[in-house]
């Protein structure tokens, strides 16, 4: 559950899920990507979002774009 979640009533106990675990750096990955990949269509509109996984070191995402990114960009 995240924290906007109600605890059931049969719960007995809540187990915190950290950033320095492996489930919890995980979760961390993985919102993190949704948040660049928002990032970059509100940035660049015309911007497809393809594939984003969490990875061993980290995240991804490719994207289609109608242009190659430069400096300029």
Same mark, same amino acid.
């Given at each position: /559950?995240?924290? $906007? *979640?109600?605890?059931? =009533?049969?719960?007995? =106990?809540?187990?915190? !899920?950290?950033?320095?675990?492996?489930?919890? /750096?995980?979760?961390?990955?993985? $919102? !993190?990507?949704?948040?660049? =990949? *928002?990032? !970059? *269509?509100? /940035?660049?509109?015309?911007?497809?979002?393809?594939?984003?996984? $969490?990875?061993?070191?980290?995240?991804?995402?490719?994207?289609?774009?109608?242009?190659?990114?430069?400096?300029?960009?």
């Amino acid at each position: /559950l995240d924290l $906007s *979640q109600t605890v059931p =009533a049969h719960t007995t =106990a809540i187990t915190p !899920v950290t950033a320095d675990s492996e489930e919890g /750096l995980q979760i961390l990955r993985h $919102s !993190v990507s949704h948040i660049m =990949a *928002q990032a !970059v *269509q509100k /940035l660049f509109p015309n911007t497809k979002v393809t594939i984003g996984p $969490s990875i061993e070191n980290g995240f991804y995402y490719d994207f289609q774009f109608n242009f190659s990114f430069s400096e300029a960009h």
